[in-house]
């Protein structure tokens, strides 16, 4: 059990805890859930070991081993795999003692200990978790170092995946993740066999994925059991008590200090005045609610609707290099009130869609015809980066509007949610959110036909892509998302577009369809066999098939020469004249040993053969 008692976190000067206390059994999956800056990740340090507590304890079990995200992503010459398979630290000492062990004794207590933790299955398990996450077969073979950064991330939680701690930490890990990728941690979350705790303004991974919400709210933690939903109801029912006893207790406060006001000064009733101050004193106050309303967020409205179609494309092909067009055949239309959302795993070209229609990437072929006077606002999340970190929300304003008077430059710097003094901090002090909200406000500026929101969540609390939301639906013009987050999509998008095989296609269905489409897909491609690559990614190179079928068949040779020289050993040790009458336990174990490992070998012999045939094949 994690035990959490009496705890006051204090950082840089700011109680974010004050003394709470909770409890969470095993087997739990906890959402933990709380405004930005509350101190949730704190916490998780605090957990950890990596930051003290100003006051109380955090109790673990004296084996939990404690799992969570890297900060930093793998890099390096290792293969995908062989990173997520280093994870499993003991099953990587075993393998490396059991390489070089002699003594038939210590070989049997290896080889059971690596039957009991399941050791021979670790290939498939890793794989089936990196395809989950969007890595093909021949992409798991390759260095981590070839790929992007965003990429590596999703190797880091794939490994902690793998790692499968007692205690999994998981802190907003779908900011790596596209939809696809999101709805496969979804499912995986749920069915996770031991105690995880996740925080996430996800709505629809803490619906689906956990049953109890920890709440961090003014320095307090709550335990709700139940989803996301069921802990908004049961919040909502807490406030209105709190809101009620609170009345209660003002009224009774109010007839006590009437009774002292009225009779302190007469002597035949100054003990009875004194036992009321006393009463005072001690009826302790109770928290009244305090509403911590959300900035709304909102889009000006362009100054003219446009004659629909604003943006037709016909028959049109882009990307980076006219030999290898990222998309082809695309062929579609947008009208002035359209809804839009792209669906499709990262890397099959969202990003290079919302760039032609933007009129960022000219297209090699075909024709893309837009709008007379077509105004487009883009928002994308690496713009953060682009943000003056030394001048302020004011600053970035005042750049827009000119000569515009003062009164009128904090009147829209207001009016995007920088009000007071919060338009004069710097944009290097602001939040993630902060950030996210200024930029959202300076792309849609100047009241524009359409907007494209590229990942437009990351770094919003829940409450904040709520009222995202409303602002998108309010908005009059059109509106084309790419998101992870399904609240979002299903709250706005009307029509749902899908880019996979190099072409843009319009899907029928609904979510709930396209998620079960999405998760039998990746159960599919988690099978040992090899499976196609995805279509071109441009960040993540491309890499020679019969080049990555030699790396295949030289890991199945020395899969087989490492489980051959195992199952050596075991012959030598069951080969010992007295084993069975001295010890039967053991060479009952060593026999069990030697049945996994020939399972093993099999299949190692299995992939050598098929990936020989397909290199063969691809030889010509």
Not at 351 to 380: C, E, M, N, Q
């Amino acid at each position: 059990m994690l035990a959490i008692t009496d705890l006051s976190i204090r950082l840089a000067g700011r109680l974010l805890i004050d003394q709470s206390s909770v409890q969470i059994t095993p087997g739990s999956r906890v959402g933990l859930v709380g405004r930005n800056g509350t101190g949730k990740s704190t916490l998780f340090k605090v957990i950890r070991g990596e930051v003290a507590a100003e006051h109380g304890t955090v109790t673990l079990p004296p084996r939990w081993r404690v799992g969570s995200l890297a900060q930093e992503a793998p890099n390096g010459p290792e293969s995908l795999i062989t990173v997520v398979l280093k994870a499993d630290l003991e099953r990587d000492a075993l393998l490396a003692e059991a390489e070089h062990a002699t003594d038939p004794h210590r070989i049997a207590e290896i080889q059971t200990r690596l039957v009991d933790i399941d050791a021979h299955s670790a290939p498939s398990r890793a794989a089936a978790i990196l395809s989950g996450l969007g890595f093909s077969a021949a992409d798991q073979l390759r260095p981590c170092a070839e790929f992007s950064g965003g990429w590596r991330m999703r190797v880091a939680l794939a490994a902690t995946l793998f790692a499968a701690p007692d205690l999994l930490l998981l802190d907003e890990p779908t900011n790596y993740l596209d939809l696809e990728g999101t709805l496969w941690l979804e499912d995986h979350l749920a069915h996770y066999p031991r105690t995880v705790i996740v925080i996430s303004h996800d709505r629809d991974l803490l619906e689906s994925s956990v049953d109890q919400i920890l709440h961090l709210e003014r320095g307090k933690l709550t335990l709700y059991k139940g989803t996301y939903s069921s802990f908004e109801e049961q919040r909502a029912a807490r406030e209105l008590l709190d809101a009620k006893a609170v009345k209660r207790q003002e009224a009774e406060r109010a007839r006590l200090q009437a009774f002292v006001d009225r009779f302190k000064a007469k002597a035949s009733k100054a003990r009875q005045a004194q036992s009321r101050v006393k009463m005072l004193e001690r009826l302790k106050p109770i928290t009244a609610l305090v509403t911590e309303d959300v900035r709304e967020i909102s889009f000006p409205a362009p100054e003219k609707i446009l004659s629909p179609p604003i943006i037709a494309v016909d028959n049109a092909s882009v990307g980076y290099d006219p030999a290898s067009p990222v998309l082809g055949r695309v062929t579609l239309r947008i009208d002035n009130d359209d809804r839009i959302a792209l669906l499709g795993a990262n890397g099959n070209g969202k990003s290079t869609l919302v760039k032609l229609l933007a009129g960022r990437l000219a297209p090699f072929s075909g024709k893309v015809t837009r709008a007379d006077k077509l105004s487009i606002a883009y928002f994308a999340q690496h713009q953060l980066d682009e943000l003056n970190e030394d001048a302020s929300a004011y600053d970035h304003v005042r750049k827009l509007m000119g000569d515009a008077p003062e009164a009128k430059v904090r009147a829209r710097a207001g009016a995007i949610g920088f009000s007071g003094k919060a338009a004069d901090t710097k944009a290097g002090k602001l939040s993630g959110g902060e950030k996210a909200r200024l930029l959202l406000g300076l792309a849609t500026f100047f009241g524009p036909n359409m907007i494209i929101l590229d990942e437009p969540t990351n770094h919003l609390d829940i409450d904040s892509r709520g009222a995202l939301a409303e602002a998108i639906n309010e908005f009059p013009g059109a509106v084309i998302m790419v998101s992870h987050d399904r609240y979002l999509i299903e709250a706005c998008a009307e029509r749902l577009w899908i880019v996979a095989d190099r072409t843009v296609t319009d899907y029928d269905g609904d979510l709930d369809e396209y998620r079960r489409l999405v998760l039998s897909a990746r159960n599919a491609e988690s099978a040992p066999r090899e499976r196609s690559a995805p279509s071109e990614k441009p960040q993540r190179p491309k890499s020679d098939n019969r080049g990555s079928l030699k790396k295949r068949i030289a890991e199945a040779e020395a899969e087989i020469a490492r489980v051959g020289d195992i199952i050596a050993k075991i012959d030598t040790a069951l080969a010992l004249p007295d084993i069975f009458t001295r010890d039967p336990k053991q060479a009952a174990q060593l026999s069990k040993a030697r049945a996994n490992a020939a399972d093993a070998l099999a299949r190692a012999e299995e992939q050598w053969l098929e990936a020989s045939a397909q290199f063969d094949e691809a030889a010509g």
